[in-house]
């Protein structure tokens, strides 16, 4: 079965960078595909990237996907106070019949 | 322009049944999958399952297989989730979201507002 393991915080200062890795942990690495979701509790998530590195039409580009090696990764740049939120990755895992969706642990970005 | 509207906030008792409703609007609402996602107070979001509303056909998460029912009425273009059973840890914000795929993979590009679900004696 597919586990997407996110740190638990990252933190920066307005205007830096942060990154937010989405380990996976199942035979499936080479191909996952994961897309991004940022989240504020209480309110609608909203899709960020798709695809690994692809952005929805309206997304700024300071928010950016990639796929280092076996893990996906969120880069937002150019922090700002109102990127404080909650990010998840998820995914459709199919090692399991039927699949199912998964979502990572969720990772809080704090705008120091 | 596609939205979806959830209904309002349910207070239930343990025990109880609780059906959440999601109505879409701007977009061919037979063409997509409706996911449910929760998120329970200081938790991560947690996949329930999908509906295809064009044939009806279901996939539940294995944590809910027993206790939910995932519907859709495609005359007033109306996705509806049902959750049985419920206790404390139940106490969630619901949302629907919709299902669209790439080409290459599936993500929910859509979401309805949420709907606060309070489970309390």
């Known amino acids: 079965q597919s586990v997407l393991t996110q740190p638990p915080s990252v933190s920066a200062a307005p205007g830096q960078k942060v990154t937010i890795s989405c380990s996976e942990t199942s035979s499936n690495i080479g191909d996952i595909y994961v897309s991004w979701y940022q989240h504020l509790p209480g309110t609608a998530p909203k899709l960020l990237i798709y695809?690994?590195?692809k952005r929805p039409s309206g997304i700024p580009d300071r928010f950016s996907g990639s796929k280092s090696g076996t893990s996906p990764t969120l880069a937002i740049t150019g922090l700002q106070t109102g990127d404080e939120a909650d990010y998840y990755c998820?995914?459709?895992?199919?090692?399991?019949?039927?699949?199912?969706?998964?979502f990572g642990g969720g990772t809080k970005v704090t705008v120091l | 322009q596609v939205q979806l509207v959830q209904s309002g906030a349910e207070v239930k008792k343990p025990g109880a049944s609780v059906k959440v409703s999601c109505k879409a609007s701007?977009?061919?609402?037979?063409?997509?999958?409706i996911h449910w996602v929760r998120q329970a107070p200081g938790q991560g979001l947690e996949w329930l399952g999908w509906?295809?509303?064009?044939?009806?056909?279901?996939n539940y998460a294995q944590n809910f297989q027993d206790r939910v029912i995932m519907t859709g009425d495609t005359s007033i273009r109306t996705a509806y989730m049902e959750l049985g059973s419920l206790r404390s840890a139940d106490t969630a914000f619901y949302y629907c979201?919709?299902?669209?795929?790439?080409?290459?993979?599936?993500?929910?590009?859509?979401w309805g507002q949420g709907t606060l679900v309070t489970v309390s004696s």
């Open positions: 509906i295809d509303p064009s044939s009806g056909v279901t």
């Open positions: 695809d690994n590195d």
């Open positions: 701007g977009y061919t609402f037979s063409g997509y999958y």
């Open positions: 979201a919709r299902d669209w795929y790439s080409g290459t993979s599936d993500m929910f590009d859509f």
């Open positions: 998820g995914t459709w895992d199919t090692s399991l019949s039927p699949g199912r969706w998964v």
